[in-house]
C-alpha cells in the first residue's frame, strides 16, 4: 500500500518560512517524480514543484521561483519542500504527489496540509 504522509504546514507571518515534509511508503522511487501541488479556495490546484527522485532533477512554477526548494532524502524516503520569503498568495493546502517519469499524471497523493500565510 503506497502512503504519503505531508506534515509541517501551519500558519507564518509574510516574510517568514515554512518546510513541509512527505514521508513516503510502499512506494518504488527508481522511475519516479515527486511533486509538491497546492490548491487555495476557489482556485485551480498548481503544481509548486517537481523533483526526479533517481536524477535529483528540479522543477518549479514561476511564482515560486528563487523562493522555494524541493528536495530528496533517499534514506529516509521523503520529500521537502522549503518555502522561503512566504507571501499571503502562498496560502493553501499543499500536497504531495508521485508519478511515474514516463506519465503525467499523479497516481499517489498525500491527505494534504494547510498552510496559512497572515499580511
Known amino acids: 500500500q503506497v502512503l504519503l504522509v505531508e506534515s509541517g504546514g501551519g500558519l507564518v507571518q509574510a516574510g517568514g518560512s515554512l518546510r513541509l515534509s512527505c514521508a513516503a511508503s510502499?512506494?518504488?522511487?527508481?522511475?519516479?517524480?515527486m511533486g509538491w501541488l497546492r490548491q487555495a479556495p476557489g482556485k485551480e490546484r498548481e503544481l509548486v514543484a517537481t523533483?526526479?527522485?533517481?536524477?535529483?532533477?528540479?522543477d518549479y512554477a514561476d511564482s515560486v521561483k528563487g523562493r522555494f526548494t524541493i528536495s530528496r532524502d533517499a534514506a529516509k524516503s521523503t520529500v521537502y519542500l522549503q518555502m522561503n520569503s512566504l507571501k499571503p498568495e502562498d496560502a493553501a493546502v499543499y500536497y504531495c504527489?508521485?508519478?511515474?517519469?514516463?506519465?503525467?499524471?499523479?497516481?499517489?497523493w498525500g491527505q494534504g496540509t494547510q498552510v496559512t500565510v497572515s499580511s
Open positions: 504527489a508521485a508519478r511515474l517519469i514516463s506519465q503525467n499524471t499523479y497516481h499517489y
Open positions: 510502499g512506494l518504488s522511487f527508481s522511475n519516479r517524480v
Open positions: 523533483i526526479n527522485w533517481r536524477a535529483g532533477g528540479t
